[in-house]
């Protein structure tokens, strides 16, 4: 599916992209919109949180999606006595050989879950910072790479106030995207129940029929594909116009970084290549603002004790925005 130096046509993105979520859909049900989001995400080469009450498939979701791109796929449960060492790994000195051998953590994997991420106190999340953002770890002064498929998945429940540790900003501005997974409609929730009702005891991708339709090599084609992509400076102005309005909106105490336009721009062309498209149109950047940009934003005093809420704010910004025709 890729030609000489790997890279996919945009053509074939696509193909491999409706793929994809015909195998997901097998098992998930109501989260079409979730889904792109991660294979955006996923070609954009960014990182992925999901926020939404327990039981709402958050887990399985992540497992079906790198069992159908065919990942490796790795899951940590984050608690408040979970160490750095528990989720990178670390040199133990082995007697027969009188040397430090590496014992890689969990990390090492192509899609990484962290499950219940806001449970571990800050120090334990940090160990995650390099790794976002570099795609490597550092062990004893050592670099070890991650490869440029890594990509993190993190939930974290909204309910729950005890026993939490809120994320940093810093950690927060390394997401290309915030997802809400609310309950599903009635009618989807009766789907669930007739899909999963049938079954007993712990279920597994496969037993949904979900096979492996990319790897690696596959998803490498398709981010090399999203480099032919073009981004006119129009649009390139009119995604940092929109990063910039959040500062200068008095019902933000804190707004977007450059690297949310940096991101949102990103995300913006890989969103056009999973369609087939080799430009990226103002619709890209109108789509992906509200995920890119909702976690990022701190509200003021005032607009919180009004009761406002941050996508309602971006909504009014992407409308007082003038998009590029």
């Known amino acids: 599916m890729t030609d000489s130096t790997g890279t996919m ?6 193909e491999l992209a409706n793929t994809i979520r015909a195998e997901v859909a097998k098992a998930i049900v109501g989260m079409d919109e979730t889904v792109d989001h991660l294979l955006i995400a996923l070609v954009a080469q960014g990182h992925v949180l999901l926020e939404g009450p327990p039981g709402t498939a958050k887990t399985f979701l992540a497992n079906c999606f790198a069992h159908a791109t065919g990942l490796e796929f790795g899951r940590i449960q984050f608690t408040p006595d979970l160490l750095p060492g528990d989720i990178l790994g670390s040199n133990l000195f082995n007697f027969q050989t009188s040397q430090f051998t590496l014992t890689r953590g969990p990390i090492f994997r192509e899609l990484l879950l962290a499950d219940e991420i806001n449970r571990t106190p800050p120090k334990t999340q940090a160990a995650l910072l390099e790794a976002m953002q570099e795609r490597r770890v550092t062990l004893d002064g050592e670099t070890h790479s991650l490869g440029d498929s890594f990509m993190v998945v993190a939930t974290q429940n909204p309910i729950e106030n005890q026993g939490v540790y809120p994320l940093p900003e810093a950690q927060l501005d390394r997401f290309a995207f915030k997802l809400l997974v609310p309950y599903p409609s009635h009618e989807e929730e009766a789907k669930i129940v007739a899909r999963f009702g049938e079954r007993s005891g712990p279920q597994s991708p496969a037993d949904f029929g979900i096979t492996q339709v990319a790897d690696a090599a596959a998803v490498a084609g398709a981010q090399a594909a999203v480099k032919h992509v073009t981004l006119s400076n129009d649009v390139i102005n009119y995604a940092v116009s929109l990063v910039r309005a959040t500062r200068e909106n ?13 991101l949102l721009a990103n995300a913006a062309r890989a969103r056009a290549a999973l369609e087939g498209r080799a430009y990226v149109i103002p619709d890209d950047v109108k789509a992906l603002a509200t995920a890119c940009l909702r976690h990022r934003l701190l509200l003021s005093p005032a607009a919180e004790i009004e009761g406002k809420q941050v996508e309602e704010l971006v909504a009014g910004m992407i409308d007082a925005t003038e998009a590029p025709r």
């Open 9 to 14: 046509t945009l053509e074939q993105t696509a």
């Open 250 to 262: 008095p019902n933000i105490a804190s707004g977007a970084s450059p690297r949310a336009a940096v």
